[in-house]
């Protein structure tokens, strides 16, 4: 499960100092992902992109309790790690380690560094919350040391709602982050050229 190769573009990871991990929403995929890297200040980063098994992480809403998404929860979160622990073994440090995710993509994301939470270089989640029918504060450890983190969201969203947007921002400025929220009256389930400007600010152009 989640166990195909690591798509990869940018920079070499042996030569890069900075690496981004990108990871695609539900029925997409790895190189739909890594395209938006032409969007983003990352010239100078390896880019990173695991694929998820039949271009679905887990098979119900983020919001269903995390049991009825075992064990696809867990391989997702392995295959995140697999890709940190990749650009680690490449020499580049925790810091010099930024992230993206769009849709389930986010979710995904912001789950695994609220879950391993130290000084990365910078995460932008493009419509995501933390997963689960409640944030259990439990869940999560450590201390991003101001870990700079830009959530932009629609409200509505069908799959996000702003409540799970707002509790998420709330837990990981608990443990450290930096959190820059920005909800969009009537945004629609995308990424906008506003959002792509404010990641490219806050994140990427550090």
């Not at 992902?33 to 390896?46: M, Q």
């Not at 998820?52 to 009825?68: G, I, K, N, R, V």
């Not at 295959?79 to 010099?96: F, L, Q, W, Y």
Request: glycine share 10%; hydrophobic share 40%; aromatic share 8%.
């Amino acid at each position: 499960m989640h166990q195909e190769p690591i798509r990869t573009a940018g920079q070499p990871l042996g030569t890069a100092t900075k690496a981004l991990i990108m990871l695609h929403g539900r029925g997409a995929s790895a190189a739909d992902i890594l395209s938006l890297g032409r969007h983003l200040h990352v010239g100078a980063y390896a880019l990173l992109a695991p694929q998820a098994t039949q271009h679905t992480w887990y098979p119900q809403s983020f919001l269903a309790p995390t049991a009825q998404n075992e064990p696809w929860l867990s391989a997702a979160l392995a295959a995140v790690d697999h890709a940190v622990a990749e650009v680690v073994d490449n020499g580049i440090s925790k810091k010099n380690i930024y992230f993206m995710g769009f849709s389930q993509g986010a979710c995904l994301m912001l789950e695994y560094v609220a879950r391993h939470a130290t000084r990365y270089g910078g995460v932008a989640a493009f419509t995501g919350g933390l997963i689960g029918d409640e944030v259990h504060p439990t869940t999560y450890a450590g201390d991003f040391g101001g870990t700079p983190i830009f959530i932009g969201s629609s409200d509505p969203d069908f799959h996000v709602p702003v409540e799970r947007v707002r509790a998420s921002t709330a837990l990981l400025t608990k443990l450290g982050a930096h959190v820059t929220e920005k909800i969009y009256p009537n945004m629609g389930h995308t990424i906008t050229q506003e959002e792509i400007d404010l990641a490219n600010n806050l994140i990427f152009s550090k």
